[in-house]
């Protein structure tokens, strides 16, 4: 069945990326499911923006920050990473709302940067008031937009813009441009992002389509799933065996037949196999 996004997140059941786990190395499924803090990759993060700009345009600025300053180092950066994170895990007003958070400078954190500098074996040859100086020059900006973020993924103006340039193309590619229209008609409903949980041999599964095509004229649903890459894509072969994306295709068609199989309204329908684009 179609279900709403809360209960879809709230279900207990197999999925395709844990199934990848599993038939990678049980130890790896076990740690995974064990883990509340799953790190996502760059490409992982990229490849949600993708989702977002065009399957829900509309819920971009709930979830993402766009920040306009440029980077500092990786080392100043992880050290101010870790310092807010730190600072995160013991308010108990994490969006600030009794307004302190808009006071907040690193002048307020030197204890925790010379700790997090020692942790990142940072500049330890250095006086402390030396360290503190230069991780504050270089960071204070980037700080103040991790606080601006709170409750929102924080993205650099670069990959905003990569990002919109992917989706530009998959909606004027010649390939794709027929998959990704902007508006439904009488002979095409398009679904995005579409939570579906059903029962597998008695196990309960569930996945989250990134597009439904509904060709009411030919009766074909299309399942299609979007992949982001920074290889070329005549390594797309490689990429499905390593990251398993046969799993998801036959699950996310199992899926589907499982939603629309015993629905009347769809029962001269055909349903292809998952395309990933």
Known sequence: ????????????????????????????????????????????????????????????D????????????????????????GYMENISDP?????????????????????QAKFENYGQTWKEDTLFNKVKTGGQDFFVSLLSSIGKEMISFEDYEQATACVETLKTNEFT?????????????LKWQVPIVWEENSMTCKGLIDLLVIDHVNKIIYIIDLKTTAKSVYSFEHSYVKFRYYLQGSMYF????????????????????????
Do not use: W
């Open 95 to 115: 969006k600030g709302k009794n307004g302190t958070i808009a006071f907040l400078t690193l002048d307020d954190f030197k204890s925790e940067i010379l700790q």
């Open 177 to 189: 441009v027929k998959y990704f229209s902007d508006k439904n008609s009488s002979d095409v409903d």
């Open 1 to 60: 069945m179609i279900v709403e996004f809360d209960k879809f997140r709230e279900t207990e059941a197999a999925s395709p990326s844990r199934l990848g786990d599993l038939d990678y190395s049980p130890l790896l499924y076990k740690q995974r499911k064990e883990s509340s803090d799953e790190e996502k990759s760059v490409f992982m993060r990229f490849g949600s923006l993708v989702d977002c700009l065009l399957t829900e345009p509309t819920k971009f």
């Open 62 to 85: 709930k979830r993402y920050n766009i920040c306009s300053i440029e980077f500092p180092s990786d080392n100043i950066k992880n050290i101010i990473t870790g310092v807010f994170n």
């Open 254 to 277: 199992h899926g589907a037949v499982s939603v629309f199989g015993d629905n009347p309204d769809f029962k001269d329908y055909s349903i292809q196999n998952t395309m990933f684009i």
